[in-house]
């Protein structure tokens, strides 16, 4: 079943970002700190708190998936239309439910529940070298929106 986290569901979302960071890190250890979640317990509760940025976890009895979402407005902007994106800053399935479809139920859960506000469109970023990522985005029908470049000096 997929819902909105609570208080609750910390420590699993924990185990979750722990995995996340392992992918980030294999991918760019220059960038991420290895062993590291991207928040901890007080951060994870001030984001439950805040309907701008709703988590969605996959629950069998154990959270064995999230997706942590922003909505973002854009409003009188001189340049930019006014428009209320969502933006999925991370997805991950546990290591061990991978395959079972639970990345694809998340994003459509996300998707419908975008719509369902109102939003424009759905936006996120995946690394480059992030194969896996990459593909399944696409295969949820999404398409390159913008491409940030680098040099290391």
């Not at 569901?9 to 185990?15: F, H, N, S, Y």
């Not at 984001?47 to 969605?56: A, E, H, L, M, V």
């Not at 859960?109 to 719509?115: C, L």
């Amino acid at each position: 079943m997929i819902r909105k986290a609570n208080k609750s569901d910390i420590k699993g979302l924990i185990a979750l970002l722990y995995q996340a960071d392992a992918v980030h890190h294999g991918i760019r250890p220059d960038l991420f700190k290895g062993n590291t979640p991207k928040y901890g317990g007080q951060e994870l509760e001030a984001i439950i708190d805040d309907d701008s940025k709703p988590i969605f976890v996959f629950d069998d009895g154990n959270i064995l998936g999230h997706a942590f979402c922003q909505i973002v407005e854009v409003r009188n902007h001189r340049l930019l239309q006014d428009i209320k994106t969502l933006y999925i800053d991370d997805i991950c399935v546990e290591e061990t439910a991978r395959g079972r479809h639970i990345g694809k139920a998340l994003y459509e859960f996300v998707r419908d529940y975008a719509q369902s506000i109102g939003c424009y469109n759905i936006t996120l970023n995946v690394w480059e070298e992030n194969a896996p990522a990459y593909c399944f985005y696409q295969n949820m029908g999404m398409r390159i929106q913008k491409t940030t470049m680098e040099v290391l000096l």
